[in-house]
């Protein structure tokens, strides 16, 4: 299995709405990562978890909360959000953080959120 | 400081060459990507380079990597329209602690 996959694909949600998004990796990879993608514009690293521990916060708003429940789930949980927090999320995994490999970081094809 | 720069645009016809062009300031990178992204998609890994190295060819890419002027470039050599994408190019330092930075991508338009 060399695929991450996210769910759901497509989901809209209201101001105070909860909702999650999920990621699924069996690469055995160690690094899991949140992006969020604005139309036209590269990926923006949102967090970092490195061996189920978060490294990385790129001061993303608390409206956000990651979660990293085993080494091959990653969770983003959704809270009070803004319409302005529309965007294409995607989550991505790597072999391990601290060193590149030929491969990259491979990810999922993202939840396209829409907030009313 | 991290900056990965791309052009913009590129519209090329069927069947010619395209070559994507970045350019990067980190000089202790160690590894250069690729990435495809078709509308709606996430990011296709294509190719990638080490930076020991200048060339490398896989089937229709060829990736130059000039580290004097830090200048990646991506040649897709018979480009169809299939390859209508945003290509990025990425960087991965060698600081132990810093992950993948992206260009702001390369809308590719392939005319038939």
């Known amino acids: 299995d060399t695929e991450v996959t996210q769910t759901p694909k497509h989901l809209v949600m209201g101001m105070t709405n909860k909702k999650s998004l999920k990621c699924e990796q069996h690469?055995?990879?160690?690094?899991m990562y949140w992006y969020k993608q604005k139309a036209k514009k590269p990926p923006e690293l949102m967090f970092v978890y490195s061996y189920e521990k978060l490294s990385i916060n790129e001061s993303v708003p608390s409206r956000f909360s990651p979660e990293c429940p085993n080494s091959s789930l990653l969770n983003l949980h959704l809270h009070a959000l803004q319409p302005e927090d529309s965007a294409l999320y995607l989550c991505?995994?790597?072999?391990?953080?601290?060193?590149?490999?030929?491969?990259?970081?491979?990810f999922g094809s993202g939840t396209r959120l829409t907030v009313v | 400081g991290e900056d990965v720069e791309q052009s913009l645009f590129l519209s090329v016809r069927e069947g010619d060459s395209s070559v994507i062009n970045c350019t990067y300031t980190d000089s202790s990178s160690t590894y250069l990507y690729w990435y495809k992204q078709e509308p709606g998609a996430g990011l296709q890994l294509l190719t990638y380079?080490?930076?020991?190295?200048d060339m490398k060819q896989d089937q229709r890419l060829t990736v130059l990597l000039n580290k004097k002027d830090k200048h990646l470039s991506l040649r897709i050599a018979d480009t169809q329209t299939g390859d209508s994408a945003i290509y990025f190019c990425?960087?991965?330092?060698?600081?132990?602690?810093?992950?993948?930075?992206f260009g702001k991508g390369t809308r590719l338009s392939v005319i038939a």
């Open positions: 990425a960087e991965l330092w060698n600081s132990g602690n810093t992950p993948l930075v």
């Open positions: 690469m055995g990879h160690r690094a």
């Open positions: 380079i080490f930076s020991n190295m």
């Open positions: 991505a995994s790597s072999q391990d953080f601290w060193g590149g490999d030929r491969y990259g970081y491979t």
